[in-house]
């Protein structure tokens, strides 16, 4: 089998996506980009050098959470063969399940063998810890870990039907939060706080049958796509260790768990998906139990899977109505054409495996006979990450109330990163007004969307401008660092126009 040298095959991956909108549950799936290098063969994880351990029930402090070694080879990587382009079949029924099964398997395969008691809960978790223990270490990807009480919740649950009966599985540390454990958002002064509640996103995936072992890392409040903060550190991807991906995309791709939690508000889960060779799902707004039903939310919880078959099982379970999904449903018409591009929203640079990416899938839909056809970007993506920053820094004052209740007010500039602290300076300047007419162009641009995939269903486009970057990737320009830094003598539209230029 020959892999992608950062993804697997992304033809397949794109008719997977396919699959899911075509049936009608009006999803937005975006596909990644392939490397056109390969490689034949990657070291097996055992020989991964192991520098720490993850204490159980345990908060991992930024010192413990990043290695010491040596930068790591750019070509190193975390042996992990991917579901999507290996057909898993499982071992024999005489066979006992060994740990490279488990890494190799669907949260569906795994349920299964629970439930035919191939495998004990216990030893899934026993599964999930080792690979967690062991590659942690190089990746940096798991903030806690709440062992004992995961090996209580397997004992304790009864099999009623389950799709993801005992599968051990990681949340995403923002948003998802477990009564008990880490609840920083990412900021260093918040660095011992736990949550007092379980989310009812996490409920959700609990009634499902996961057994939540920890928590994955992620950015300071969500606010870039790269997984590096100074909390955390920074984030390595298994396929390339010198590379980004995402704390639950790492955790999946490595084989830790066969699935994690995400959100999305601005594309966490999908640009992770495409950086790590994964499926990522941002579902469509208030149909999905555990998440926001207001027009003015963004953000969508799900999850990051390694196939379709488990993002369309825990879809349906999530599913509020699931009559009128099933009487929306609808097989895709090959003579209704389906629209690609190679731009990007805002017409910033693209690269060139990101276009092949798109052409390759188009290619393909053509060889099974559908039509296509190539269109411009149908609304105005500057404008769109305008009203999105707007939204963003109307949110940030939040953080100097979260300060207050754990430092002495007001908020300092260093107690953020530089985003952070720049949001928040645009946010205290912000009206009722502005917020309000930002989600008016938010709704406009949904509606110019809705009119377009009345005539295009399916809209085919890169997920990124680029691969995965660099691990230690800032997306600060070193050229704003310094205005960015200062902007007391700036208006309120030089302070939003400096933040849409970062």
Do not use: C
């Not at 979260?402 to 952070?420: G, I, N, R």
């Not at 230690?472 to 960015?484: F, K, M, S």
Request: no cysteine.
């Amino acid at each position: 089998m020959r892999y992608s040298k950062h993804y697997p095959s992304q033809t397949r991956q794109t008719l997977l996506a396919l699959l899911l909108v075509a049936a009608g549950l009006q999803t937005g799936i975006l596909i990644g980009q392939a490397d056109e290098s390969t490689i034949d063969s990657q070291p097996p994880v055992s020989q991964v050098q192991v520098s720490k351990q993850l204490q159980p029930e345990s908060v991992i402090s930024k010192a413990e959470h990043t290695p010491t070694a040596p930068p790591v080879p750019a070509e190193k990587v975390i042996s992990q063969p991917s579901p999507l382009t290996t057909k898993i079949t499982g071992p024999s029924q005489q066979a006992p399940i060994t740990l490279e099964d488990y890494k190799a398997a669907s949260a569906s395969q795994l349920a299964e063998w629970a439930r035919q008691q191939r495998v004990t809960g216990q030893q899934l978790l026993d599964f999930a810890l080792e690979t967690i223990k062991t590659t942690n270490p190089e990746l940096n990807n798991v903030i806690s870990l709440r062992e004992s009480l995961a090996r209580q919740e397997s004992d304790q649950m009864v099999d009623q039907g389950q799709p993801f009966y005992k599968v051990p599985i990681l949340v995403k540390g923002l948003g998802h939060s477990i009564a008990g454990s880490s609840n920083t958002n990412g900021l260093a002064f918040l660095k011992d706080k736990t949550s007092s509640s379980t989310s009812a996103f996490v409920k959700q995936l609990q009634k499902a049958g996961f057994i939540v072992i920890g928590q994955s890392s992620f950015p300071e409040m969500g606010w870039i796509n790269v997984t590096n903060s100074n909390l955390y550190g920074n984030t390595h991807n298994p396929w390339q260790l010198d590379k980004n991906p995402g704390g639950s995309a790492a955790a999946v791709a490595s084989g830790q768990v066969s699935l994690a939690s995400a959100s999305d508000g601005g594309g966490a889960t999908r640009i992770p998906a495409a950086w790590s060779g994964l499926v990522g799902l941002h579902p469509t707004r208030g149909i999905l139990e555990g998440n926001p039903t207001s027009e003015r939310s963004n953000v969508s919880h799900f999850a990051l899977t390694k196939n379709m078959e488990d993002t369309k099982k825990l879809f349906q379970f999530l599913l509020k109505d699931k009559a009128k999904a099933q009487q929306n449903s609808q097989h895709l018409d090959p003579s209704i054409p389906i629209a690609y591009t190679t731009q990007t929203p805002a017409g910033t640079p693209i690269s060139k495996e990101a276009i092949t990416a798109v052409k390759e899938a188009v290619a393909f839909l053509q060889e099974q006979g559908y039509q296509t056809v190539e269109v411009p970007y149908p609304v105005d993506g500057k404008a769109m990450m305008h009203y999105y920053y707007t939204i963003a820094a109307s949110a940030a004052p939040s953080i100097n109330f979260m300060a207050q209740q754990s430092l002495k007010p007001p908020l300092q500039k260093d107690d953020v990163e530089f985003l952070s602290w720049a949001l928040y300076q645009t946010g205290k300047d912000l009206s009722k007004e502005d917020v309000d007419k930002a989600w008016q162009g938010i709704a406009e641009l949904t509606k110019q969307l809705n009119q377009f995939y009345q005539k295009y269903p399916i809209f085919l486009t890169p997920t990124t401008a680029y691969p995965a970057p660099p691990a230690d990737y800032h997306h600060i320009p070193q050229e704003l660092v310094a205005q960015l830094s200062d902007m007391s003598q700036l208006s309120k539209h030089e302070k939003l126009d400096l933040i849409y230029r970062q």
